[in-house]
C-alpha cells in the first residue's frame, strides 16, 4: 500500500431548516456548527444571527440586520463582549455591477466576491483566477417539482472560508434578501 496525498477535510454543509430569511436555522448534522436567524415580532425590522458555540455551550449573538422602511439596510457584527458599529449594507457587501452579486471583506484582508453562475449562488475568492467557490448555495428539490421537499437547501462552505463562515452567512442573507425583494418588485411591476 502506498500512502498519498492526505485528503482534504470535508465541507461544512449548513442544512437550512426553512426557507425564510428571517427566521431560520443553519445547521451541519453534528450542529458543530449551528447558526439560528431569528427576527422576533416586537422587533420585525431587527434580524439576529446568533451563532451557538458547541464547545463552550453558549449562544452569541454574532451579527444583526436593521432593515427599517424608508431607510438604508443597516448591519452590524458583534464580539462576545461588545457590539460593533452599524454600516449601510450596501458598504459591507459592495454591488458589483450585477443583479444580485458582490464583495465583501474578511477582516483579515481577504475580499470575497458572491456570483451567480446558472441562476446559483456561489462565492469565490476575489483574488483566485480559476474561480474556483469556497462557498455555494443549493436551493432545495420537491418532489416531482411541486410537493413536499425531497432536499432542504444547504450552503456548502470549505474549510479555507471557515474563518469567515460569520460574514458569509449574512453577506447571504443580505443577497438573498436583495433577490426576493427584486422579484417583488417586478412582479408588482408586470401587474
Known amino acids: 500500500m502506498s500512502r498519498g496525498a492526505p485528503k482534504p477535510p470535508p465541507s461544512h454543509k449548513l442544512t437550512f431548516a426553512t426557507n425564510s430569511v428571517r427566521n431560520t436555522t443553519f445547521a451541519e448534522d453534528n450542529n458543530k456548527l449551528y447558526y439560528e436567524i431569528v427576527t422576533r415580532f416586537w422587533h420585525p425590522h431587527l434580524t439576529k444571527i446568533n451563532r451557538y458555540d458547541y464547545e463552550a455551550r453558549v449562544v452569541n449573538c454574532v451579527a444583526e440586520i436593521e432593515d427599517q422602511p424608508q431607510k438604508d439596510v443597516k448591519v452590524r ?25 458582490g464583495t465583501f471583506a474578511h477582516e483579515d ?28 448555495y443549493h436551493p432545495y428539490k420537491r418532489h416531482f417539482g411541486v410537493w413536499r421537499m425531497s432536499q432542504r437547501a444547504f450552503l456548502e462552505v470549505k474549510p479555507e472560508a471557515s474563518t469567515a463562515l460569520d460574514r458569509i452567512v449574512v453577506s447571504y442573507l443580505l443577497l438573498e434578501r436583495r433577490r426576493r425583494q427584486a422579484k417583488i418588485k417586478v412582479k408588482l411591476e408586470t401587474k
Open 77 to 101: 457584527f458583534n464580539t462576545p463582549d461588545a457590539e460593533g458599529e452599524w454600516v449601510r449594507a450596501c458598504d459591507f457587501i459592495k454591488n458589483d455591477g450585477t443583479a444580485i452579486g
Open 109 to 136: 484582508g481577504t475580499e470575497y466576491r458572491w456570483k451567480t453562475p446558472k441562476r446559483n449562488l456561489q462565492l469565490i475568492k476575489s483574488d483566485d483566477e480559476e474561480e474556483v467557490p469556497v462557498a455555494e
